[in-house]
């Protein structure tokens, strides 16, 4: 028995998000059938997350055990030959049994992205929330202090969510722009619940357009309260950055 370590980068926008599903195809089915027509054999991929419909990765890490004797480099160039346009592994290697994708997780990051300027952009559209009106990345920036650290973060969790420890630990957040009105929010934590970065993001957004006191958001969080926090944003701005692995 071989266990193999790969990252992934996908386009998430045709898929019902990482995980197998009934009701639409997704990217562990995706890559396990591809993976499965080059060895021979099924196979089960196990994720170092789990990405929602819509949301992208630019490098998802997993891995998955095979008995088969093909080096590394043949099922790297098997796999992606065979693989739809949208996904592909970047990465092959042979690890330890014991590796586990989803337990040997430290932290995650992930990116939302905004394009913030007048004129709605054409290229582009489908990997950033589009925002006509002006953001203060000041307001931003005061808010975010609130957010880090260890805290029950039940008011960023999607409604109807039924996991009861919602205790987690953010680590870092930092705030970049670019050229032509890119915004960059970017969240470490050692997980994450159901929506919550992109609860996050719509509720920080709010502060940046005035709607919102930067103070309001530790009343926000001590709510627990849903609907106490801002929309969520479009999955279509989020990014599994990837993050840390033992």
Not at 13 to 34: D, F, P
Not at 66 to 89: A, W
Not at 138 to 159: E, M, N, P, W
Not at 194 to 205: A, D, P, Q, S
């Amino acid at each position: 028995m071989r266990n193999f370590k790969i990252v992934v980068e996908y386009d998430g926008a045709a898929y019902c998000g990482w995980q197998r599903q009934r009701n639409g195809v997704s990217i562990q089915q995706t890559l396990e059938e591809a993976i499965g027509l080059i060895i021979g054999e099924k196979v089960t991929l196990i994720g170092s997350g789990r990405t929602d419909a819509g949301v992208h990765a630019i490098n998802q890490t997993a891995n998955f055990k095979s008995n088969s004797l093909l080096p590394e480099e043949k099922i790297f160039r098997g796999i992606n030959s065979v693989l739809p346009q949208d996904i592909v592994v970047k990465e092959i290697k042979e690890v330890s049994l014991e590796f586990h994708a989803q337990r040997d997780v430290q932290s995650k990051v992930y990116i939302y992205r905004i394009c913030n300027q007048r004129l709605r952009p054409v290229l582009g559209r489908n990997y950033f929330w589009f925002i006509r009106f002006p953001l203060d990345l000041q307001r931003i920036k005061q808010a975010v202090q609130y957010l880090l650290g260890t805290h029950d973060f039940s008011c960023f969790c999607a409604t109807g969510t039924d996991v009861k420890d919602r205790v987690r630990t953010i680590t870092d957040i930092t705030i970049s722009s670019g050229d032509e009105g890119l915004i960059e929010i970017e969240v470490e934590a050692r997980g994450f619940l159901k929506y919550m970065v992109r609860n996050i993001v719509g509720t920080l957004v709010e502060v940046a357009r005035g709607k919102r006191d930067p103070r309001d958001l530790k009343e926000i969080i001590d709510s627990r309260d849903r609907n106490i926090a801002g929309v969520t944003a479009p999955a279509c701005g989020l990014f599994l950055k990837g993050g840390k692995i033992r």
